[in-house]
């Protein structure tokens, strides 16, 4: 991007010297156009200035995934070597193994593959060695070596790497740069009106706000829908039920309490009582036709749903916009005559169907009776999404029951033209269901669906017992407990579920999720606290150590000190990995390895050294009090993206 504004640059100042030189103090009509496109050119020049300064400005400020640095010098080595070959195998990846270096390149045993099919018999350790004599100058690498038959070692420069954290420390934990900024649309979370959020809406609820935030954080522009289901031939009985129970609703707004008892008893009239039936049926028909009357109570059934929804958004920190299938109902019909209009649609038993390419399943877009469907309300959101939206990449976190259905959606757009894969990114973030401790189905003992609302109950009420069990309730102020249990309670739902790849199952545990051992929120979050508490209880101030980061040298003298900086950098290249297959628990793992990797680093190195009789500060050291900013800063930022609120007690 740099390079494409430089190069303009210097053309339009070219551009503009050639303007001048054709002289401006004759003041016919020609040197007029002249001047005027001088000025147009110099207006141009201005602008792509001030934003290239913006861009290397931000530039200078944001984090270097490492491996994608890596991953130019080695792609650039193999071009220079092996010139002939097109797309040559690109593998770079962090070492296991300190004997190993720091991160390997294994392109050379693949080269070997592509060579011998072009009749060239060549060793992948001669590849490796040519690789390496072809390495252009760089700032990254100190030194390589090659292992066994071909693996080439990558040694970092400590200074760069010291210098990359006094980076992240003067300027903050700051996303990678992205290539364009695109327009992001999330589908998530989604329940339906006039029904409780249930454990089936955790995980889409969740994971659909992680990867918005993550979005959100790299710089893309993110529009958040919630797809709720507010539209349908279930709003008849309702409204017809509403009517006869609440007769003033127009006039004074009805205490509906328990809108799951009200949707019960309305369902119970509907199968038992046909006169009842025959008036739901009116209701839809009223509802469709946007009678006034019916478009109130219609209204006042959906704001009830949505103040119990707020409460569980609340509770989790979910930021969403509704936009229910409601919203869609008048593009539907623009919908149907497009696929009409281009002879897509059969005629199967009265209803109007569309089979897209490689779907055994067609998707009905109109029934026999002339309704609707959820098919043509997919269809009516997916095209507002992509043209009225302009939608760069489109995610529905949608449970993977409905795979088939999204697939054969995304097929029907592809069809009808509406977008080119190639172009425009849509996917479904599918995930697996939640399971009790019985790995069945998560039910109450009753057997009913369990009600989100009392699920975040249950885990503030465990949260509390846990922090009291470990006695936090003599030491905390009752606002500090409280902080806690709301940052443990939460914070362990959230964490248990994203820690889990989202395309299994999941065993829904309060004891597991709750335990202060392995790769669980509480022990993250008591491991951040701990962090946090380093600098504090040596006297050091943030402000203090922001002072430190621009004048104190991060040395990475010892081992473990090596190590925790190399796991804070690879901060960028984690995140680069989930923009790409939306798999969260990636993040989890790393903020693990990132906390346990810091308790080495703290067992073995000193930060601050105490008088062991008198408890009074010795000596401090400042890098290493700096390293563990650093470690502090990104796990935040992990936090952050995952919907995790530290505390700065636990």
């Not at 362990?492 to 889990?500: E, G, N, Q, R, V």
């Not at 395309?503 to 509480?522: E, P, Q, V």
Request: a neutral charge; aromatic letters at 8%.
């Amino acid at each position: 991007l740099f390079v494409l504004q430089e190069t303009e640059i210097r053309s339009l100042a070219a551009e503009i010297e050639r303007l001048k030189n054709c002289g401006f103090e004759s003041e016919t009509p020609s040197l007029e156009g002249l001047r005027e496109e001088n000025a147009k050119l110099k207006y141009r020049l201005n602008i792509l200035r001030k934003s290239l300064l913006e861009e290397k400005k931000k530039s200078s400020k944001s984090m270097i995934n490492i491996n994608a640095q890596l991953q130019e010098v080695f792609g650039t080595a193999i071009r220079a070597a092996y010139p002939e070959l097109q797309n040559a195998p690109l593998a770079v990846t962090p070492s296991q193994q300190p004997k190993f270096g720091d991160y390997q390149c294994n392109s050379a045993m693949g080269i070997t593959q592509m060579l011998k099919a072009m009749n060239q018999k060549v060793s992948p350790r001669e590849i490796a060695d040519k690789i390496v004599k072809n390495i252009p100058t760089n700032e990254l690498v100190e030194k390589v070596d090659i292992a066994g038959p071909g693996f080439i070692n990558v040694h970092l420069h400590k200074d760069f790497t010291s210098k990359q954290l006094s980076k992240l420390l003067v300027n903050g934990v700051q996303p990678p740069v992205i290539e364009e900024k695109k327009r992001v649309v999330v589908d998530f979370s989604s329940p339906n009106i006039a029904k409780e959020m249930h454990v089936g809406h955790l995980r889409s609820t969740i994971i659909g706000e992680s990867i918005c935030r993550l979005f959100e954080f790299v710089g893309h522009d993110v529009l958040r829908l919630n797809h709720l289901g507010d539209w349908g031939t279930q709003f008849g009985m309702l409204i017809a039920h509403l009517q006869d129970k609440f007769p003033d609703y127009l006039t004074i707004s009805p205490p509906i309490g328990d809108l799951q008892s009200f949707y019960k008893e309305s369902k119970k009239r509907f199968d038992e009582d046909e006169e009842f039936k025959k008036r739901a049926y009116q209701c839809v028909v009223q509802l469709q036709n946007k009678t006034p009357d019916i478009i109130q109570a219609w209204n006042l059934i959906c704001e009830v749903s949505r103040r119990e929804f707020q409460k569980i958004y609340d509770n989790l920190d979910i930021s969403i916009i509704d936009r229910g299938e409601s919203f869609y109902q008048d593009r539907m019909i623009g919908v149907v005559k497009e696929f009409e209009e281009k002879g897509l649609v059969q005629v199967d038993e009265g209803r109007k169907v569309v089979f897209p390419p490689g779907c055994s399943i067609p998707l009905t877009i109109v029934k026999s009776d002339g309704g609707f469907t959820y098919d043509t309300s997919d269809l009516a959101a997916l095209k507002q999404r992509l043209q009225e939206e302009k939608a760069d990449m489109l995610i529905y976190v949608i449970d993977s029951g409905q795979a088939i259905h999204m697939q054969n959606v995304f097929s029907a757009g592809q069809m009808i033209g509406w977008y080119d894969p190639k172009v425009t990114r849509v996917e479904h973030a599918g995930f697996g269901v939640v399971l009790g401790e019985d790995k069945k189905k998560f039910k109450t003992r009753s057997g009913d669906t369990v009600r989100l609302i009392d699920l975040l109950e249950e885990g503030l009420k465990r949260s509390m017992d846990k922090l009291k069990d470990k006695g936090r309730d003599t030491v905390l102020t009752p606002e500090e407990l409280l902080a806690a249990q709301r940052s443990v309670a939460f914070g362990c739902i959230k964490y248990a579920d994203l820690s889990h790849n989202r395309m299994n199952d999941y065993i829904f545990s309060f004891d597991k999720m709750l335990d202060d051992r392995g790769n669980t929120a509480a022990y993250l979050l008591y491991a951040y606290t701990r962090i946090r508490s380093i600098a504090r209880l040596a006297n050091i101030s943030d402000d203090d150590l922001h002072k430190a980061a621009k004048e104190t040298e991060v040395t990475l003298e010892h081992e473990k000190e090596w190590k925790l900086s190399k796991c804070i950098l690879r901060f960028p290249e984690i995140l680069q990995k989930i923009l790409e297959d939306l798999l969260l628990h990636t993040l989890c793992d790393y903020l693990y390895e990132l906390a346990t990797t810091f308790t080495e680093f703290y067992d073995n190195c000193y930060c601050v050294e105490k008088d062991r009789q008198t408890g009074q500060i010795i000596k401090v050291n400042m890098s290493r009090l700096l390293l563990c900013d650093a470690a502090a800063a990104v796990m935040a930022k992990g936090f952050d993206i995952l919907g995790l609120k530290p505390v700065q007690k636990m």
